[in-house]
């Protein structure tokens, strides 16, 4: 908000600017470029260098003032990471409310299921059948639809990812985010060592084109923009998985294993939840 505010001030310096006889045509054509384009990171970098080259020198104090502000000129990349404790439990309401206010800024949350900081409790994020400290029988509800629940405000960018099953979609989901003029939120799937992987905290990224591959992860985003051309904003970028990988994949992770060998009979219960 504090960036936004300078950053208004500026072009309220330029307007004031455009309507000086001090300033040239040409300058007074740079301040009308950065206003149409102050929003596009790209675009305003090149337009800030040659506005901050002619007002140089100047002694005209709006000049001189809009120098002052010089690191306001560019558009500033704002992100904000956390974990799934924090996005999905103990600070959803202070995430909820950021989202909520439409300013631009960017989320990436990496959702390891579980409080993975603190030792592996159940939090919100983590899926049904999943066993973790305060659910040693395996968790009997399911997992909180974080994604589904930023995108019902229909302005919130918002995209499901994991690197290690597409890197290019893990990449495209990021700049599409940083372009989006409001709020932001990826979710990324992260393997952590809560999972108990039978195959090492090594193969992590190879966990995750397995997740993705079965169907017990899916990637897609929720681009607002979209709507705006008249297209349907929620884009499917997963394939359809092959179900019959789903179970050996729950029995590479000791957490879905360690169900099957103390409570048989409901794992197979659960699995199916």
Known sequence: IAQASMRNRVGDLMQKARKSADFSDS??????QWI???????????ISAQIVAVLTGMENEIAKEILSLEKYLTKKSIWVFGGDGWAYDIGF????????MGQDINVLVLDTEVYSNTGGQS???TPTAAVAKFAAAGKRIRKKDLGMIAATYGYVYVAQVAMGANQ????????EAEEYNGPSLIIAYS??????LRSGMGMAQTEQKKAVECG????????????EEGKNPFVLDSKEPDWSKFRDFLMGEVRYTQLVKSFPHEADELFEA
């Open 27 to 32: 300058q007074k054509e740079l301040f009308v």
């Open 36 to 46: 149409e384009n102050k929003d596009n990171g790209e675009a305003v970098k090149e």
């Open 93 to 100: 309401g202070g995430l909820d409310h950021v989202l909520a």
């Open 216 to 227: 017990y992860w899916s990637l897609w985003r929720y681009n607002p923009k979209l709507e």
């Open 168 to 175: 290019a979609h893990y990449l495209k989901a990021l700049k």
């Open 191 to 196: 393997p952590c060592i809560s999972h108990g």
């Open 123 to 125: 939090s919100k994020s």
